[in-house]
């Protein structure tokens, strides 16, 4: 009984595998034929959508604006007092003289006057920078998960 099936089963498969193996398949040199044929540049793709698609993208472009991004800002400087805010204003002044490619900003975070630069998307932009500033600004740290205003 198990002669039989193992029979009917070997027949099966080689009938299977010659349908297969017949069934009709353009050859590697078509296929590059039709790709190196001057009509390949001719032809066109159209693409159909639904206005609600666009109308969704420029809502969500819109809902976007208002999102605020963060990222990562270098931190050069950081005082509390009366003085505070005046040599964060001298500092913030001297570095935009110095580095006028990066943005300083003067920030109060009581009781502290601070003096972030740069808006970083990431810490590795952020590390990059640090070192270039860090012989002017030895105590520089980097300040991740800060709003920025992205470029």
Known sequence: MKLPR???????????SYSLSAQDQPLV???I?????????????TVTQ?????????LHAENQK????TGCRIL????????????????RSRFMSEFPGIEPYLS?????????VGD????????RQLKSISGSYRSAIIVENTPINPR
């Open 76 to 91: 050069i400087f950081s005082e509390t007092g009366a003085s505070g805010r005046q040599r964060g204003q001298e500092i």
């Open 6 to 16: 193992l029979c009917l089963s070997t027949l099966f498969c080689l009938l299977l």
């Open 120 to 127: 970083f998307r990431t810490r590795s932009e952020a590390l």
């Open 66 to 69: 208002n999102k605020p991004v």
């Open 29 to 31: 040199p078509e296929i």
């Open 108 to 116: 109060w975070d009581p009781p502290h006057y601070k003096v972030y």
């Open 33 to 45: 034929a039709d790709l190196r044929s001057p009509d390949i540049l001719n032809r066109t793709t």
């Open 50 to 58: 639904d206005q609600d698609i666009t109308r969704l993208l420029y």
